[in-house]
């Protein structure tokens, strides 16, 4: 999650409608307390620019939603008194107890978000049922030792791709453990390339031509432990590393090794964007190094977060554009922009660069770009606003949030050949014809589920 902008109507309307129809408890049992009860309040800073954000931040706070006016974080009360006392203007609120549950237990709902061990079985699934083109591959361990999974896709074997020297693609997901719909949507979107191949001319074509691997959980440890019963979320954004402090915790995306600790992420281990004691000092970044490294033929990635509708690229660590002060190469700037300008006709969501925001130094797309030069992105899904779902939002959002995203995802394995060429070339057909299955984020924006 990085950030949001609200429509002012949208939430006096959410507001007044929350406060008339819950009466709940203000927020979740803390159950293990040491770990849990890190968040009791959501505080309203007022803050109008990114440099105003950046010292947020730099504060030690995640920013988890954003407005032309404030930012709310979620916290303890106390951190309203940190605020002020760096010279802000700052109100805790107890948060709501709505925020903390993942809204899956409703027996009649059909929708539902996985649980790890049901992700690791799907993608297992999707392997039994179509061998020829899919493999199960471990992408590595875990602080508490688990085993990361994530699918390679292609009509052709790792022998064949390499003598036809295939493009590689990486979608990822769960980099923050609270982020459900992140494992969601590339989950979705291995099964739709998997099940469509063969049936669709250019599913097919694509699953043939590129080397196509999807992780939809970067951090299993705190997935899993986010998602304790499956009804009520802890809000935990960070991985399960023991800080030597006794808290836990490290933000894997402050911990990539490109421009690490430049701003934007804390050196305090109790902090929500804690960097971590080195560059890479966590498995679970390491693991997808490691397995970038490996990818010399990767031009292409994307990692999944929520929520806020937004396409973010390089640079989070500084204002510079790409090509600036020698960093990245100037002739780059344009085809990011046209790709996230292009993507974003069919989520809706907003394009920019990462620190457009607010500065955000040690994630994955700078070091992608930064060390690799692969075109990387990072999307904030859906929805707006905690007043809206934030990280829970009802499971009926989830198909509809994939059909958002489908094109998008399409997009960029179409243009996984050679980014580049989206500046000449035209976007093929089946991209730009009336959508069969898109459905605008905006939509939905508005109905309350
Ligand atoms: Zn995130």
Redesign the pocket.
């Known amino acids: ?2 950030s949001i902008t609200l429509k002012p109507a949208l939430l006096g309307l959410i507001i007044s409608s929350s406060v008339a129809s819950v009466a709940a408890p203000v927020f979740p049992s803390p159950g293990n307390s040491r770990t849990s009860s890190h968040v009791t309040h959501v505080i309203e800073v007022k803050a109008k620019t990114a440099a105003e954000r950046s010292r947020i931040v730099d504060l030690g706070f995640a920013i988890d939603e954003l407005r032309s006016d404030a930012v709310y974080i979620f916290g303890k009360a106390r951190d309203a008194d940190t605020l002020r006392r760096a010279g802000f203007r700052a109100t805790a609120t107890p948060a709501k107890s709505e925020w903390f549950t993942i809204p899956q237990a409703v027996e009649a709902m059909a929708a539902r978000f996985t649980s790890l061990t049901e992700v690791e079985t799907q993608l297992q699934d999707l392997a039994t049922r179509f061998p020829n083109i899919v493999e199960v591959q471990t992408l590595g361990r875990t602080n508490e030792n688990r085993v990361t999974k994530m699918v390679r896709i292609s009509g052709k074997s790792p022998a064949q791709a390499e003598a036809a020297k295939l493009p590689v693609i990486f979608y990822m997901g769960c ?2 453990a609270r ?1 459900h719909l ?1 494992v969601e949507v590339p989950l979705r979107f291995a099964k739709h390339l998997v099940e469509n191949y063969g049936r669709d001319a250019d599913v097919t074509r694509l699953v043939d031509s590129r080397e196509i691997y999807i992780a939809p959980i970067i951090n299993p440890d705190g997935h899993a432990y986010d998602y304790t019963n499956g009804i009520r979320g802890r809000m935990w ?1 960070k991985n399960r590393r023991r800080n030597n402090d006794g808290t836990y915790g490290v933000d894997l ?1 402050r911990n990539y090794g490109y421009q690490w600790n430049t701003g934007g992420s804390s050196s305090t281990p109790s902090s929500d964007v804690y960097m971590g004691t080195a560059p890479f000092s966590e498995p679970e970044s390491q693991n997808v190094r490691d397995f970038v490294n490996s990818q010399p033929r990767m031009t292409t990635l994307l990692s999944l ?2 929520f806020s509708e937004l396409i973010l690229y390089p640079w989070g660590w500084s204002n510079d554009s790409i090509g600036q002060n020698g960093r990245g190469n100037p002739a780059d700037l344009p085809v990011f922009e046209k790709m996230a300008r292009d993507m974003a006709q069919w989520n809706k969501y907003k394009p920019q660069q990462s620190s457009d925001l607010y500065i955000a130094s040690g994630d994955t797309t700078d070091w992608a770009y930064g060390e690799h030069g692969i075109f990387a992105f990072t999307f ?1 899904l859906s929805p707006t606003s905690m007043w809206d779902g934030g990280f829970y939002p009802s499971p009926a959002r989830i198909e509809p949030v994939f059909e958002a995203n489908l094109k998008p995802l399409m997009y960029l394995l179409e243009f996984s050949d050679n980014p580049r060429r989206v500046l000449t070339q035209r976007a093929p057909s089946f991209l730009t014809s009336p959508a069969k299955r898109g459905v605008a984020a905006a939509s939905f924006s508005d109905v309350q589920f």
Request: charge should be neutral; avoid cysteine.
């Open positions: 999650m990085k980099h923050h982020e992140s954004r995306n977060h929520t904030e």
